[in-house]
């Protein structure tokens, strides 16, 4: 069984109530109880909301680093049908889970964007890692022939990125995975049509 420390407890629990409350609305106190851990702790591992907050991001980010990795990397598979395979999944994820709480670094962004650049900064650095990892599928659907060359696959995979995180909002606001069928249609029966 995995041990897991008392840092890790307190970025699991506050990831999952950033994700519900986003950072302004999450109070250490919460986070505190919710964990059960006392006070001392978590000053112990965070200089301040914003270093805690930042963690929140880099564990998200490693887990969004594997579930790309786990869709996108493997070569076996054409490239729009690994791209395809990686949101049906996380459709799937949202559908399952009722629709809740979206992306977390979709939330934070739109949360902090004027607010704390050092959050809009992490944030932005993470959202452009996908948007490169989406690129280099779609430049290898464009050499493969899958795909014309019209659009650039960065400006391709920028636009994906963006439908994606627009379709997750209006997923929340609807209670509904309409938008994220919607997006999944326009883009793989349109926009990436051979």
Request: glycine fraction near 8%; aromatic fraction near 10%; include cysteine.
């Amino acid at each position: 069984m995995k041990d897991v420390s008392t840092k890790d407890t307190l970025i699991e629990t506050g990831a999952r109530i950033m994700l519900e409350k986003g950072y302004n609305n999450t109070g250490l106190q919460e986070v505190l109880k919710k964990s059960k851990t006392p006070k001392g702790s978590f000053y112990h591992y965070f200089d301040s909301k914003e270093d805690f907050a930042l963690s929140i991001i880099e564990l998200y980010k490693r887990d969004s680093d594997h579930v790309l990795s786990f869709y996108l990397d493997e070569r076996n598979i054409p490239p729009l049908e690994r791209l395809r395979r990686f949101f049906e999944a996380a459709a799937r994820r949202f559908d399952t889970e009722g629709c809740w709480g979206g992306c977390l670094f979709g939330n934070l962004g739109q949360e902090l964007a004027d607010q704390n650049p050092v959050l809009r900064d992490r944030v932005a650095f993470v959202l452009d890692g996908w948007r490169n990892r989406f690129a280099d599928c779609i430049a290898q659907a464009a050499e493969r022939g899958d795909i014309g060359r019209e659009t650039s696959a960065e400006d391709l995979a920028d636009f994906i990125l963006d439908s994606w995180e627009g379709a997750i909002l209006r997923m929340k606001v609807t209670k509904s995975v309409r938008p994220l069928d919607r997006f999944m249609h326009v883009i793989f029966g349109t926009v990436l049509a051979g």
